[in-house]
């Protein structure tokens, strides 16, 4: 088991934002974490990754046993543990190389220079964006910035990727193309990757379980064949609602030409 959530009670201030939530991810797999706006996906993620204090629970991280906002993850589970969040933005003043190359400053320190650089380039390469090795972070495109964020989330090869909404903001060919590069470094890597997204293109191309959040709970962990048909309300009304319009593919090549 890669990552094991166990009861975990998290909120903010007097507000209780999840109750008791537990499901397991295991080797390899791609794990969608799916809810309404609001629904504590975001707060799910801080709290695993100790970014935000949990009330209560145990976490077990590639191996270690965590008492859930009492003890910190330790620096050999950070190591291997992948972030690509919305907002996880690229420092504007260093080029792309530099950003990609401040997790080896942080974990590798010991590194020499030319080691540092040829593992960047590697990094930028799996992402194909070699050729922004120089740029700054306001030379690229939006997906360009995604593609350079993900490098710099995998240049210390991790076992697990986090990735809150990271095809916001995203054309829908750049957004696939993203996860069709997740898909390729889950086999390269052998990556867990815990998603959250609501586009229904990505859930179907990347998803192998689903966990759907609810009222602070958990109201369906399951294999994705078995959530798209799940005859839940909740969740078939919540695919419905996501699913693309019938015009939608018009209006994509529309704006695309415009
Ligand atoms: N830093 C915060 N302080 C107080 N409330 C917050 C904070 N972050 C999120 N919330 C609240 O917690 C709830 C869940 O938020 P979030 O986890 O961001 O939802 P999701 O990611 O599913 O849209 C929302 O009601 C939100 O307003
Ligand atoms: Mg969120």
């Known amino acids: 088991m890669i990552l094991s959530v166990r009861d975990l009670k998290a909120g903010y201030g007097k507000k209780i934002i999840l109750e008791s939530i537990s499901f397991d991810v295991q080797p390899e797999e791609i794990r969608v974490i799916l809810g309404g706006s609001g629904s504590g996906k975001s707060t799910l993620l801080n709290n695993i990754l100790g970014l935000e204090r949990a009330r209560a629970g145990e ?37 792309v190389s530099q950003n990609i190359a401040l997790p080896l400053s942080i974990h590798r320190p010991e590194l020499p220079a030319p080691v540092v650089q040829e593992m960047v380039a590697e990094a930028l390469n799996k992402v194909n964006m070699l050729h922004a090795f120089h740029k700054l972070p306001s030379e690229l495109s939006g997906g360009m910035k995604k593609r350079a964020a993900l490098a710099r989330a995998i240049i210390l090869e ?26 390729e470094l889950r086999e390269t890597l ?9 586009e229904l293109e990505s859930i179907k191309a990347i998803g192998d379980k689903i966990l759907f959040l609810s009222s602070g709970k958990v109201l369906l962990d ?3 064949e078995n959530a798209l048909h799940s005859a839940v309300p909740e969740i078939s009304d919540f695919f419905k609602r996501i699913a693309p319009k019938e015009n939608d593919e018009k209006n994509n090549v529309n704006f695309n030409f415009r």
Do not use: M, W
Not at 64 to 92: C, W
């Open 59 to 95: 976490i077990k991280f590639l191996g270690v046993k965590l008492r859930a906002g009492i003890d910190p993850v330790p620096n050999s589970v950070r190591v291997k543990t992948g972030v690509l969040f919305q907002g996880g933005a690229l420092l504007s003043s260093y080029t």
């Open 158 to 183: 991790p076992q697990i990727l986090f990735c809150d909404e990271p095809s916001a903001g995203l054309d829908p060919i750049t957004a696939r193309s993203l996860d069709d590069l997740l898909l």
């Open 190 to 198: 052998h990556l867990s990757v815990i998603i959250v997204t609501h």
């Open 222 to 224: 399951d294999t994705l």
